[in-house]
């Protein structure tokens, strides 16, 4: 124990990013932070912030500020999220709606390109709502969805995808990281794969986004989804993004067209015609309010850089492996998690019969990890705000707590 | 000239709801604020608000917030909508998505009710977003659109909406308030005859909620989608509502079946099964950072009453068209609303071919009201924030900026 938080210590005077620790604000009793994977931080200076942009751009400017920031929101953080996180170039990246309703979007979209092609390929464990979705979307287009069934701790392999692939299928649809193994998928390899057989690929990236470097373009991606609540801070419920790569602009459509979707969103013309470019994901209003504390968060990681927000996430993360090896497998925890940080994203996950009720106890006393059902811890390490010292001490406390 | 301002101040004085107009915050360099239908003003206290609910509910609570307070955050919300705004009893309305996503969803869940129906009515000047997300539905689903064409200044009546129906209409969709003209519909005379017909009726509230008083649940409607950024005050692009009478809760699904519509969100099962209550409108996490403004209005529009809102904004418009006649007439404006006041919502709308440069130089000069394509000028007067000395001020500066 006093072996790990010396080690801990020595992490943390050693860590580059150590001094962004404090650009996040105080949260008074909280011991042990370790969902950062959930929902992230907000930045300290936030408060007045968003306290001053109720003063001045909505309470002052008013209607006006549409016309002078507003409308063209979508897309610029779209824009910059593509720049910092996603290795995506300008023009294929908007924020708007949730992840689901995004996920619905480009669902829908790829079903309809091309009508000999009538299968789309998920993953049984995927989250939810993409499972949720792909069922819906397959039932009302009358398409199948084939169902990957990977290692369920290694997570989708080229191998995995590849066995499923035919001149049927329309989509693959995987999450880069796992949300309850945290496996990192092999994001270009897949995504050649899926292209040789002339099919779509789209990534959830709710678990990727912000904390590994991701080269979009490079690899060739033909759509993506993900969070801007975990890894980019942007408060519960801030909009999803959605990328959708220049080749297919203008030639997919997405079905929930409304006015923002629309070539021109201010002609109230007599029938729709969609917009050419990236808007045309778009469909009503976006949540102005909520697509504020993000902005922060991504001048931080581009200071940073997303290379050394990588690096420390795997110190973090093997630090915490290191800890569940020394102090709770004697306990009976088995680690859920892949043991290579190679193969793994910003989160690890232990599983016992306990954790339950270890989590509310945890909880009520400032240590915060997030409880997946039936049985799993995910210790959600947020590189930025996150020091090696905190993911100890929530380790141990998952130890007293086990012990009590 | 003085004899309106002396009318304005002898309103004013007079005004029951008076008190008010002093909880919104400042707006420096702000003469009159017209377009409280566009974008309601912030309360004076939300500033401070946001900034605490940012240092404490979420930075502080963190994650825990979701168990305590944000899950339950779009039907709490709904509901008090419902009760204060609607006529709505408890369990029938949500916040959730933009409202076009809302209307898709509804218009969607509406089209599978009943497979003999094919048709669905909408009016040819209703909102751009209304019409088009009915054309995309009818073309996904191989229904049919009828379009009404109504009067354009005294919009639909019962009789333009009973010449269309038939045993194959399955949707009625129309504006409460017509968004140009501000033309008022008979909500319970339509509403009924699209149920003689068999019909569905769904109703867009965007200009009605929060200054008309609605009686959903007695007038029998089916559905309704409404804005929360206008008369609500929820700020820029904040969270949509949708109502859905409990008769159809259970039955009518719609399609973007997210984790959040699903009967138990965190059972995170095999396969998708819908929530059979009004959760199953949602789809994925709703912008919490969004919904929060609306709460301090819908609080101050309980406190005034509905009812009392409606009748200062009966007044309001009354006054604004009475200036208009004595001081824009004769500069060859024309009055594009109904001129009595029970034919109208809260907004007044005024027609002339140098409106777009009027209104820029407006804008300039802190008078705001809403340019509309091609040549309107809408008087948007939301009652609690707007006295009747800035209507006035409002239609002066129209008609100096008009000779200028």
Chains 1, 2 share one sequence.
């Not at 010396?6 to 370790?34: E, I, K, M, N, S």
């Not at 990236?205 to 989804?225: K, N, T, Y």
Request: hydrophobic share 45%; glycine share 8%; proline share 6%.
């Amino acid at each position: 124990m006093t072996a790990l938080l010396d080690t801990a210590r020595a992490l943390d005077a050693a860590d580059p990013l150590r001094h962004h620790l404090a650009a996040f604000a105080d949260a008074p009793g909280v011991q042990a932070y370790l969902d950062g994977n959930s929902l992230g931080r907000p930045l300290r200076d936030f408060p007045e912030k968003v306290a001053k942009f109720v003063r001045e751009d909505w309470g002052t400017r008013l209607i006006r500020s549409w016309d002078e920031q507003w409308m063209a929101l979508p897309m610029e953080l779209g824009d910059r999220i593509g720049r910092v996180a996603l290795g995506a170039a300008a023009g294929q990246t908007v924020v708007a709606d949730s992840t689901s309703v995004l996920i619905y979007k480009l669902l829908r979209a790829a079903a309809a390109a091309d009508p000999r092609r009538t299968e789309l390929v998920m993953e049984i464990g995927n989250f939810p709502t993409d499972r949720f979705l792909a069922e819906g979307v397959a039932a009302e287009t009358g398409m199948t969805v084939r169902w990957l069934e990977p290692d369920p701790i290694l997570g989708v392999s080229v191998a995995d995808v590849a066995a499923q692939l035919s001149d049927r299928t329309a989509l693959v649809s995987l999450s880069h990281v796992d949300y309850r193994s945290g496996a990192l998928a092999d994001m270009p390899g897949i995504t050649d794969a899926v292209h040789s057989a002339g099919a779509l690929m789209m990534w959830d990236l709710c678990h990727s986004a912000g904390v590994i470097p991701l080269e979009l373009d490079a690899w060739g991606v033909d759509m993506a989804v993900g969070c801007t609540y975990k890894y980019l801070n942007g408060g519960p419920g801030s909009p999803a993004f959605a990328y959708l790569n220049r080749a297919h602009q203008g030639t997919l459509n997405q079905p929930i067209q409304g006015w923002w979707s629309a070539a021109d969103v201010f002609a109230m013309g007599p029938a729709y015609a969609p917009a050419a470019d990236i808007r045309q994901l778009l469909s009503g209003t976006p949540p102005v309010m909520s697509m504020l504390a993000m902005q922060g968060m991504l001048d931080l990681i581009e200071e940073a850089s997303i290379t050394a927000v990588r690096q420390k996430s795997r110190s973090l993360t093997d630090l915490a492996v290191r800890a569940v090896d020394a102090e709770l497998a004697p306990l009976g925890v088995r680690l859920l998690s892949p043991r290579d940080a190679e193969l793994r994203g910003g989160h690890v996950t232990i599983g016992h019969p306990d954790f339950r009720e270890v989590t509310q106890r945890l909880w009520a006393d400032g240590v915060i990890p997030d409880f997946r059902f039936p049985d799993g811890i995910r210790l959600g390490l947020s590189p930025l705000s996150t020091s090696h010292v905190e993911t100890i001490t929530g380790v141990l406390a998952v130890r007293d707590a086990l012990r009590a």
